[in-house]
């Protein structure tokens, strides 16, 4: 069993900055992909960014050039640094982890229990 915890969330001005972070453990072999998601509220959970093993990133055309997604790979940390934040990235903020199964030859695929995010002066 894998688990995420989610931090970093909170309340921000509009074009200010916050870092979300999402630590994974648990029966992990390894990762493929960490990556992390959000859901206003009334739309569709939609990809805010990713990252792969290979530390390739991609990133949801609105957000480009103000969000910057990294990974601690001795921690199976991601991390979401967010600047220049706008009203319409009000959110929740969720952390997603793709991988293999210690142990298993399985994939396993979760979900961080979600952090808010408001952008609101």
């Known amino acids: 069993q894998v688990q995420l915890v989610e931090s970093g969330g909170g309340l921000v001005q509009p074009g200010g900055s916050l870092r979300l972070s999402c630590a994974a453990s648990g029966s992990i072999y390894s990762i493929y992909t960490m990556g992390w998601y959000r859901q206003a509220p009334g739309k569709q959970r939609e990809l805010v960014a990713v990252?792969?093993?290979?530390?390739?990133?991609n990133y949801a055309d609105s957000v480009k050039g103000r969000f910057t997604i990294s990974r601690d790979y001795a921690k199976n940390t991601v991390y979401l640094q967010m600047n220049s934040l706008k009203p319409e990235g009000t959110a929740v903020y969720y952390c997603?982890?793709?991988?293999?199964?210690?142990?298993?030859?399985?994939?396993?695929?979760?979900w961080g229990q979600g952090t808010q995010v408001t952008v609101s002066s």
């Open positions: 990252i792969a093993n290979d530390s390739s990133t």
């Open positions: 997603n982890v793709l991988g293999e199964v210690a142990g298993r030859s399985a994939d396993f695929g979760s």
